[in-house]
């Protein structure tokens, strides 16, 4: 079993919709991150959270440290966000990056 | 100017060649790393170098070796190719205020 695990693996939705990716983990961290790799792919980072929440434009990331839980949400979905969305974390032994198997989100017109 | 450059982006090569990818950063970050990114999209930690210092190897072959000449820079130099070796490869650099993590572009091996 993955120490990051996010979910779904896929996910399809119409322009407009609300879009939530999940990702859990069984490790101790120290941050958290969502990257984003569009076709071509390229790796962009999206976020780091250590706590909290955190919103940039449509995009907003929260993480429950207790519950060892990550989600990542995008506002008002545009065929522009189809991409794969990959949970990342950094464990609080060393500076190893452990990272989810990705969410390959597609928005349609 | 790229934070993360690494070059070639495509390399298409025979078995049993040697080959390298370089890597430069213009963050001043500490940490730099490679991965590689499998069929399945499937990141996976090769190698971490701290101001140039391995401080991950994770276990890979030894025909796979990561050469840091300064901490700008670091390059992975491939001995021997097999076909398995085919995927992509990505180098990072983490660090500063955040420890935020930024990626190259990508390097496409084709073993052939």
Known sequence: KNEVEQSPQNLTAQEGEFITINCSYSVGISALHWLQQHPGGGIVSLFMLSSGKKKHGRLIATINIQEKHSSLHITASHPRDSAVYICAVRQTSGSRLTFGEGTQLTVNP | ?112
């Open chain 2, 1 to 112: 100017d790229t934070a993360v450059s690494q070059t070639p982006k495509y390399l298409v090569t025979q078995m049993g060649n040697d080959k390298s990818i370089k890597c430069e950063q213009n963050l001043g970050h500490d940490t730099m790393y490679w991965y590689k990114q499998d069929s399945k999209k499937f990141l996976k930690i090769m190698f971490s170098y701290n101001n140039k210092e391995l401080i991950i190897n994770e276990t890979v072959p030894n025909r796979f070796s990561p050469k840091s000449p300064d901490k700008a820079h670091l390059n992975l130099h491939i001995n021997s190719l097999e076909l398995g070796d085919s995927a992509v490869y990505f180098c990072a650099a983490s660090g500063g205020e955040g420890n935020t993590i930024y990626f190259g572009e990508g390097s496409w091996l084709t073993v052939v």
